[in-house]
């Protein structure tokens, strides 16, 4: 019985059940895979047993239910679930939805990977029902016949307007050519994409792992898994990301960087900035979405307290100096620095930036990418720059001395300079400047304004509910004593209109002006806290004081100040 041990699923339990001889298995079974058909479908056609016998030996053996075709209409069956390509390419057909979970018709319940498929095109999950395989087919056909529209119809027409160019002919060959062709991958890399600017994340992450895939939207600062398709798609996947970006698709050995356009309406396009990144099983993928929009929200929406935006909008308004936004990746710096510039952009005005790269396109704005490989680095920008006279520079990241310099000189020279830092605080973004070699006298007579900021999760105002804290808690959180009991503290509940409690999410922002006691404490080489000691005298709020008063009015949680500010 050596034969009998290597048969496995139904072929086993057909044997086992005495309905067909081994020999006849193993020659029918040897038969069929080299005919690339299904087993059952060779044992039916050849006449060595029948539909009926395979489906109740099949139930009794997988604990599956059986179900009669010729009782079920194909008008009653769930419509533009599953493509045609799906259905005929592993004859399972859709019966009936109930919530998220779809049962499907198989003649054998084995067939994983027609499940794992499905399941992956639809984001339901899938369960068998076996019926007839010599019923099947006609079911399929007349199933097919009553739709009006396939799977590609499914009304999110807008995903069809994806502005993607391919790769070269060359790079488009092997995988990379089914993938672009391969409807099921289009259609699921599209959706998600479209899922993801509905849910306002702010970035999607596509991760290979060895016995696994996995897909995690970057929501109000939160990732969070969205799929889980079968991990013999990572290639696919990754195939279609790179030819919708323009990226090489023959090169699977280095990180890329791409763009893709996605025209969600004759009016409005969302832009994807596209990184790949080889890791041990495959290449992951982070797409970061820039959505034009959120520049033009105005300072209002931002969530400045009033006096932080008065010292905003009167630092814009000068024809010199230099605007530092500071703050971690994800913080919402390139918001602000596009916000501000948006209140800037006139015609009278001339403006340039310099950016690695341009996140969000805006008319009247003269927007570089800078480029290391051919030079074109934010120094040679800047330099270009300032010989075409600019009123209003903004250079994407000071990140050497070389680039310090050139913009402390253009803000000493009548030019409004913006740009950003990697620093955690405002006084610490000032002794960082010095730390790269830019003198005390540079610093003092040139930088007008620093803003820290960071992101924290807006409370959902439908659910938020009071939480009653202990005197002593609010006081070691930073609140003052005479304070406590004049205001309510709320935190997250969790309804049907928000994730776990948040929905979108508010700045958190500690401005400081330069002032003249400032200055001179820069001038005498002063350490980040003297300066923050000086801000805090001036009456600037630092980012933990900013967070507490977001909590008092009611916007964010206690807890979500812990996680984006240094907590106590």
């Known amino acids: 019985m050596n034969t009998a041990f290597n048969l496995s699923g139904l072929a086993k ?21 080299k005919q690339k058909i299904p087993l059952v479908t060779y044992l039916v056609q050849n006449s060595i047993l029948s539909a009926r016998a395979i489906a109740n030996a099949a139930a009794e053996e997988f604990g599956t239910p059986i179900i009669e075709l010729d009782a079920l209409s194909p008008d009653a069956l769930p419509k533009e679930l599953v493509n045609e390509k799906l259905v005929r390419k592993h004859r399972a057909l859709p019966i009936f939805k109930r919530g998220t979970r779809l049962y499907i018709a198989v003649v054998d319940p084995t067939n994983l990977q027609a499940l794992d498929e499905i399941k992956f095109n639809t984001g339901l999950n899938t369960e068998a029902v076996i019926v007839d395989e010599d019923k099947l087919d006609r079911a399929i056909d007349k199933y097919l016949e009553s739709q009006d529209s396939g799977f590609s ?61 996995r897909i995690r939207l970057r929501a109000d600062g ?14 696919k996947l990754a195939a279609r990301l790179k030819v919708m970006s323009q990226l090489d698709i023959s090169e699977r050995r280095i990180p890329q960087d791409g763009r893709i356009k996605l025209k969600i309406s004759k009016t409005r396009a969302i832009d994807f900035r596209v990184n790949t990144l080889p890791t041990l099983f495959g290449e992951k993928i982070v797409l970061r979405i820039l959505d034009p929009d959120s520049a033009k929200l105005g300072i209002d929406a931002l969530g400045y307290e009033d006096e932080q935006k008065k010292l ?13 936004v500071t703050g971690p990746t994800g913080s919402g710096k390139t918001v602000s620095l596009y916000t501000g510039l948006n209140i800037l952009n006139t015609p009278e005005r001339n403006i340039s930036t310099a950016e690695d790269p341009a996140e969000i396109n805006l008319e009247g704005i003269n927007q570089v990418n800078v480029n290391n490989k051919v030079g074109l680095n934010f120094g040679s920008a800047l ?14 990241e000071i990140r050497d001395l070389e680039t310090a310099e050139i913009a402390i000189k253009a803000a000493q020279t009548g030019h409004l300079v913006l740009s950003t830092l ?35 999760r807006r409370l959902c105002k439908s659910c938020k509910k009071p939480v009653d804290l202990p005197k002593e808690t609010l006081i070691a959180e930073g609140f003052k004593e005479d304070e406590i009991g004049s205001f309510t503290i709320y935190g997250p509940n969790g309804c049907d209109k928000c994730v776990n409690g948040y ?34 005298e001036a009456g600037f709020n630092d980012l933990r004081l900013s967070g507490l008063k977001k909590v008092k009015d009611g916007l964010t949680s206690l807890e979500e100040v812990n996680r984006v500010t240094t907590g106590h």
Not at 13 to 33: D, M
Not at 521 to 534: S, Y
């Open 13 to 33: 339990k057909l044997l086992n059940e005495g309905l067909v001889q081994e020999e006849t298995i193993k020659t029918a079974s040897e038969t069929a895979q």
């Open 153 to 213: 119809d499914l009304g999110d027409s807008d995903l069809d307007d994806l502005d993607i160019e391919a790769g070269t002919e060359e790079d488009s060959k092997d995988v990379a050519a089914d993938a672009a062709d391969d409807a099921p991958i289009v259609r699921f890399v599209n959706k998600i994409l479209l899922d993801a600017i509905k849910l306002g994340a702010s970035d999607i992450h596509f991760e290979p792992y060895e016995k696994a895939y």
């Open 222 to 235: 939160i990732l969070q898994e969205v799929a889980r398709p079968p991990i013999n798609f990572a290639t």
């Open 312 to 324: 905003f909008m009167n630092a814009l308004e000068q024809p010199q100096g230099m605007i530092l």
């Open 383 to 396: 330099r270009a720059f300032l010989r075409q006279d600019p009123d209003i520079v903004m250079v994407g």
């Open 422 to 456: 990697h620093t955690n605080s405002a006084p610490e973004t000032l002794t960082r400047l010095r730390n790269m070699g830019v003198p005390a006298f540079n610093i003092a007579t040139s930088v007008s304004l620093i803003i820290a900021q960071r992101l924290a």
């Open 503 to 536: 929905k979108g999410r508010v700045g958190i922002y500690e401005v400081v002006k330069i002032t003249d006691s400032i200055s001179r404490i820069i001038m005498e080489d002063g350490n980040a806290i003297e300066i923050a000691d000086a801000a805090r």
